[in-house]
């Protein structure tokens, strides 16, 4: 059998010699960002830089070959590497044997569970987390990261924290004592990286330029200086290793493992699906993005890898440069490969400072100023999400702000479904247009007839709401009413509960004397009312196709209309 590669890998329809040398030179321009980034967030991580080179390697070919999307670039990140960090620091010393080998099988659970989902089909939990809520946690993560860095920038000698007021003191009663070597460098390349990023292209490779200036820097002056440097990086690449495995340990992971592959998941999504639009030889796949980011990490495990997630600043610089295929990512591969056979050597003298100015540089931009402003003018509610959600994570810790993140998403849902909008609706003065009489001031109501709407499902979570709000606009008529029509078209299902509340509802209307009609009830739930009798209790004169029929019908006072009409037909 023949296997169509062009159906699984996405690629243009005219693939072809130059599609491969842009998709070169896009990967060469990934790798030359990457291979700093790595060893920085490899030392945020907790382990040593060398880690975050294999962290980049295996997981991306891994990625590559499953992703529905060619220009997500997958390997360390900020956040991935706060999140290892946090999770296994009150199991081991960071950068000790123990904690290196804690945060491997880290990354093998967290792919474990992607995978897991992807086979599952749990496409649909990136939903889990609201726009406000992620972006008050993502920013709340870069306070952290960049707190979490100042240390290594400046040159101050702290002791590590677990919470973010304690870093801050920490720091407060630490700064009269920085390096200063150490605090000119690091300062001095943050603020070249902040001008090279508003006044020089994209595409100038700022940061390598800085790494090696300030290497060579530190090689010609030696320890005079006395700032801390990388030191030795093994060369070679990473061999196959079998994880340390063990059940109590895994078990103590695993909750770090779930928040890690929530996140590197959304994350994902979110890169896919703001550059899918761009092209059209790809549509992203929720599934197989699973699936692809559970086997990066599984495969990675075994190479020695620390957890990954897709980068969005990597990940725009190759589609920026060109990317159409994932043989960009491959090609990323091989220059990592080729650091890591032949290139090491030269980072011994790499200054830690420069490392964590990179960092602080690459998450400025996840505290979205822009985000809070925006939801501050338009949906004052949903800023208060993000604000809980930013103060939450910051005091309370990352693995907890993303729970409290996802039980906060889950309650607005649920709390949106348990009170859904419901109106009182009156006739547009000259027209048969029925709209909200709150929000149409000078629509016409009859003192006989209410007309309402529900715009939901009617079902167990909102059914009890359902008619207690239609009771209390019958009561607010009084004994003036002698009908109700309730439109339906907007009821979209129609559970046992949300039956039951329609049955009470009409045995109030019965002992008052008050008729109940229905408009435009949709084929479901007039399978449901039929089914249940209680279409057959109500009888066919009650049904209608609009609110003008029944309000005619009413007007004219008809007989009983007949089973055959379209507005009663259960088939």
């Not at 890690?260 to 703001?274: C, D, M, P, Y």
Request: include cysteine; charge should be neutral.
């Amino acid at each position: 059998m023949r296997i169509r590669l062009d159906k699984w890998f996405p690629a243009p329809p005219d693939f072809g010699r130059a599609t491969v040398v842009t998709d070169l030179v896009a990967g060469l321009t990934v790798g030359v960002l990457l291979v700093p980034q790595a060893m920085a967030y490899a030392l945020l991580a907790g382990v040593p830089p060398v880690y975050g080179l294999y962290a980049a390697l295996v997981p991306l070919v891994g990625y590559a070959l499953f992703a529905s999307s060619p220009h997500t670039s997958v390997g360390p990140t900020a956040l991935a590497s706060l999140l290892c960090l946090n999770g296994i620091a009150g199991l081991a010393q960071p950068g000790s044997e123990t904690f290196i080998g804690y945060a491997i099988l880290l990354g093998g659970l967290t792919g474990v569970l992607q995978l897991l989902f992807g086979l599952l089909r749990f496409g649909g939990i990136g939903s889990l987390l609201s726009r406000p809520v992620l972006s008050g946690f993502v920013s709340a993560a870069a306070v952290l990261i960049m707190f979490s860095q100042a240390d290594a920038l400046l040159g101050v000698r702290t002791e590590r924290t677990r919470f973010f007021h304690d870093t801050v003191l920490e720091l407060a009663r630490n700064v009269g004592a920085l390096h200063l070597p150490s605090a000119a460098l690091g300062l001095l390349t943050l603020l070249l990286l902040l001008l090279a990023g508003k006044f020089l292209p994209k595409k100038f490779p700022t940061m390598l330029v800085l790494i090696v200036t300030s290497t060579a820097l530190i090689a010609l002056v030696g320890a005079d200086w006395g700032v801390k440097i990388v030191g030795a990086v093994p060369s070679g690449l990473p061999g196959l290793a079998m994880p340390v495995l063990s059940w109590e340990v895994v078990l103590e992971l695993l909750p770090v493992a779930a928040v890690i592959a929530l996140l590197s998941f959304i994350e994902t999504l979110s890169i896919g699906k703001a550059f899918s639009p761009r092209h059209q030889h790809y549509r992203i796949e929720p599934n197989r993005e699973l699936v692809a980011l559970g086997f990066s990490k599984l495969l990675g495990m075994f190479f020695q890898a620390i957890p990954s997630s897709a980068s969005f600043s990597r990940s725009a610089v190759g589609e920026g440069a060109g990317a159409l295929t994932p043989l960009s990512s491959l090609f990323t591969a091989g220059l990592l490969v080729l650091v890591l056979l032949f290139l090491t050597p030269l980072f011994y003298y790499l200054p830690i400072p420069v490392l964590a100015a990179l960092i602080i540089y690459s998450v400025r931009k996840l505290f979205d100023v822009a985000e809070m402003k925006r939801l501050w003018k338009l949906a004052p509610k949903e800023f208060a999400t993000l604000a809980i959600t930013f103060l939450f994570t910051l005091f309370a810790g990352l693995q907890y702000g993303v729970a409290g993140g996802v039980v906060l998403s889950l309650y607005f849902v649920f709390a949106r479904a348990a009170r859904p909008h419901m109106a009182e609706l009156g006739r547009v003065p000259g027209t048969n247009a029925f709209r909200n009489c709150a929000r149409f001031a000078a629509a016409e109501t009859d003192p006989g007839i209410l007309i309402m709407r529900f715009d939901a499902e009617l079902y167990f979570g909102n059914a009890d709401f359902f008619r207690q709000q239609l009771e209390r606009f019958v009561d607010a008529r009084g004994e003036a009413l002698r009908s109700v029509i309730i439109d339906a078209h907007t009821i979209n299902d129609l559970d046992t509960s949300g039956l039951f509340s329609l049955s009470q509802f009409l045995d109030v209307l019965d002992r008052r004397g008050v008729e109940l009609y229905l408009c435009g009830v949709i084929g479901p739930v007039r399978d449901m009312l039929y089914k249940s009798g209680m279409m057959e209790r109500m009888g066919a004169a009650y049904f209608f196709l609009s609110i003008q029929d029944a309000l005619t019908h009413i007007a004219e006072e008809r007989g009983d209309r007949g089973w055959d009409l379209p507005a009663v037909q259960h088939r």
